[in-house]
């Protein structure tokens, strides 16, 4: 079964750093992996979406790498804003599963403080 | 706003109710789940209807019954709940491109979720 670990839990900052949020998983059989972010009382929203055979995405100030061989991925996050403090989870969407099903990691809670 | 819409987003039910959770999307999609996160484990599969046609159940106990009555609607019924059901249930969708294995590899699409607490 797959299991996916994000580190860290949780993580806070002051507004402008860089920040590196990290995610594993134990099969690298995948046909994609996921970011996304929940705020408080809402739903997932999607980040980013890696396909097994490319290496990175990017989106405004948000940058994901995959490394599938070695089962990681990383959430950059450029210039840290407020606003961006969310809990981010990373999903994985395995070759071994049934139909459509993600394995989620824990998430890491951000702050990022003005 | 996600295009998926969930109702009640707050219910409080004793263990011997009925009660049932309502999920609608809006984004012309013909694949929805539903998921249970709670506190103390990552969020979990439940139900996948595709093409509406229930094609996973995640050993999900009996008393929760999910009910997709077209692409655009999907329910979770709810009867004799224990107090470790209370979780936020989420409803995604998607796009499917067929009901073999590989088909579901859209991004998913969340809606806000229902908080559920049993007492």
């Known amino acids: 079964k797959q299991e996916v670990t994000q580190i860290p839990a949780a993580l806070s900052v002051p507004e402008g750093e860089n920040l590196v949020l990290n995610c594993s998983f134990t099969?690298?059989?995948?046909?994609?992996l996921q970011w996304f972010r929940q705020d408080p009382g809402k739903g997932l929203t999607s980040l980013l979406l890696?396909?097994?055979?490319?290496r990175e995405q990017t989106s405004g100030r948000l940058n994901a790498s995959l490394d599938k061989s070695s089962g990681r991925s990383t959430l950059y996050i450029a210039a840290s804003q407020p606003g961006d403090s969310a809990t981010y989870l990373c999903?994985?969407?395995?070759?071994?599963?049934?139909?459509?099903?993600?394995?989620f990691g824990r998430g890491t809670q951000l702050t990022v403080w003005p | 706003e996600t295009g998926v819409t969930q109702t009640p987003r707050h219910l409080v039910m004793g263990m011997t109710n009925k009660k049932s959770l309502k999920c609608e999307q809006h984004?012309?999609?013909?694949?929805m789940y539903w998921y249970k996160q709670s506190a103390k484990k990552p969020l979990e599969l439940m139900f996948v209807?595709?093409?509406?046609?229930?094609?996973e159940n995640n050993s999900v106990p009996s008393r929760f019954s999910p009910e997709c009555p077209n692409s655009s609607h999907l329910f979770l019924h709810l009867h004799t709940l224990q107090p470790e059901d209370s979780a936020l249930y989420l409803c995604?969708?998607?796009?499917?491109?067929?009901?073999?294995?590989?088909?579901?590899?859209?991004?998913?699409?969340f809606g806000p979720g229902t908080r559920l607490t049993v007492l």
């Open positions: 890696i396909q097994s055979s490319q």
């Open positions: 984004l012309g999609h013909n694949a």
């Open positions: 099969d690298s059989a995948i046909y994609n």
């Open positions: 209807y595709s093409l509406e046609e229930r094609v």
């Open positions: 999903a994985v969407r395995d070759r071994g599963s049934t139909l459509g099903r993600l394995y």
């Open positions: 995604a969708s998607s796009q499917a491109h067929a009901r073999t294995s590989g088909s579901l590899t859209d991004t998913q699409y």
